[in-house]
């Protein structure tokens, strides 16, 4: 019988990287157990110690809601997205919680289900809510903020897009225009908000992609691989 994904706390059916302090502790133990029962499971080279030492994003949980029972947090927002309501379901998902459930409701629905579910409501104008709008910042700036992203070089310029693209401030840089023809054409083709979520997270996985490393490529003839090899910070 494979370990319970709730209580090893990986996402079942998905390749696992186990952290410790410095890489070479019960890291090893766990991943050696999970490959036993046919999972994908390495070690972080350096641990914990490498992540931090390479300055790479680190999680800030205190404003994380609770999780239900099925061991997933539970997030509710308006129908039928556009750009902020993917975007947020996509940051949480990558870097939060990779099995984040999302319900999408009438807009005067969210926050009595919100409260019979509880389920976190996000990108709703209430003044009670705390994942929304704050000035001329959107939903994704907050919680790249709240959860404690916001020394993430990436995540900041992937904010910039987001923002100007979902508060039609397109000036902001170049890419908002195309983040907002992309969200749009995608809201034409699904009618299904949570098909159209998974067809956005792929969106959003390049976007981020683009601004880690690839900013300064150009297109040409020659053609990029991604690198392959072990798992190192």
């Given at each position: 019988m494979h370990p319970d994904p709730i209580r090893w706390g990986y996402?079942?059916?998905?390749?696992v990287v186990v952290v410790d302090a410095d890489g070479s502790g019960p890291a090893v133990?766990?991943?050696?157990?999970?490959?036993?029962?046919?999972?994908?499971?390495?070690?972080?080279?350096?641990?914990?110690?490498?992540?931090?030492?390479n300055a790479l994003p680190v999680v800030r949980l205190a404003r994380l809601p609770a999780r239900h029972d099925d061991g997933r947090t539970w997030w509710i927002t308006r129908a039928r997205p556009k750009v902020?309501?993917?975007?947020?379901?996509?940051?949480?998902?990558?870097?939060?919680?990779?099995?984040?459930?999302?319900?999408?409701v009438a807009p005067g629905e969210v926050l009595s289900v919100a409260a019979?579910?509880?389920?976190?409501?996000?990108?709703?104008?209430?003044?009670?809510?705390?994942w929304s709008h704050?000035?001329?910042?959107?939903?994704?700036?907050?919680?790249?903020e709240g959860f404690g992203l916001d020394t993430h070089?990436?995540?900041?310029?992937?904010?910039?897009?987001?923002?100007?693209?979902?508060?039609?401030?397109?000036?902001?840089?170049?890419?908002?225009?195309?983040?907002?023809?992309?969200?749009?054409?995608?809201s034409r083709i699904h009618s299904d908000d949570h098909v159209q979520l998974e067809a956005g997270m792929a969106v959003?996985?390049?976007?981020?992609?683009?601004?880690?490393?690839?900013?300064?490529?150009?297109?040409?003839?020659?053609?990029?691989q991604p690198a392959r090899g072990k798992v190192s910070a």
């Open positions: 996402v079942a059916g998905s390749p133990a766990a991943a050696a157990i999970l490959r036993s029962e046919g999972v994908a499971a390495d070690v972080l080279d350096g641990g914990f110690a490498a992540w931090r030492a902020d309501r993917i975007a947020c379901p996509w940051l949480i998902r990558r870097f939060v919680d990779p099995e984040a459930r999302f319900l999408f019979q579910q509880r389920a976190e409501p996000f990108d709703v104008a209430d003044e009670g809510v705390y704050r000035g001329e910042r959107c939903t994704f700036d907050v919680m790249v070089e990436p995540l900041l310029r992937l904010a910039a897009i987001v923002r100007g693209a979902d508060t039609d401030r397109l000036d902001l840089v170049p890419e908002a225009a195309g983040l907002l023809a992309i969200s749009l054409g995608l959003y996985d390049a976007l981020y992609r683009w601004c880690r490393d690839a900013q300064n490529e150009k297109h040409n003839w020659s053609s990029h």
